[in-house]
């Protein structure tokens, strides 16, 4: 299991954490299915989707400042996408949200930036 310290997670602000996932969530990453092969494509989210973006990255960073596991934690985040993002459910051939590229490492990185915070 993969947490963040105490000492780091004491110095990180909420608004550190709302501003993260708010500059996140202002890009998608669609995946599109091209002769067989994966094309994937970032562009601007709409309104609806960055706010789905915004909560599910927000929710992910406050559960690991809490001392969750990381790596369950992007998993989980990954996988709540999935159900609400564009093309949730659809056949893998039509146009959907990549959420590895899109929630999954965003979490990741920034839990590894963190990580790399010296404690006071």
Known sequence: METLSVEISSQIATEELEQFAAETARSIVIRYTVNGNSD????DTT???ADAIHRIIYGALL??????????????????????LPG???????????TYDTIYLPIKNWARLQQ???PA
């Open 40 to 43: 994937d494509r970032r562009r």
């Open 47 to 49: 309104p609806e989707e």
């Open 63 to 84: 559960n690991i400042r809490y001392g969750r596991d990381i790596q369950a934690t992007a998993d989980a985040a990954e996988f709540i996408g999935m159900q609400f």
């Open 88 to 98: 949730a459910g659809s056949s893998i051939d039509d146009p959907h949200t990549n």
């Open 116 to 118: 790399q915070r010296i």
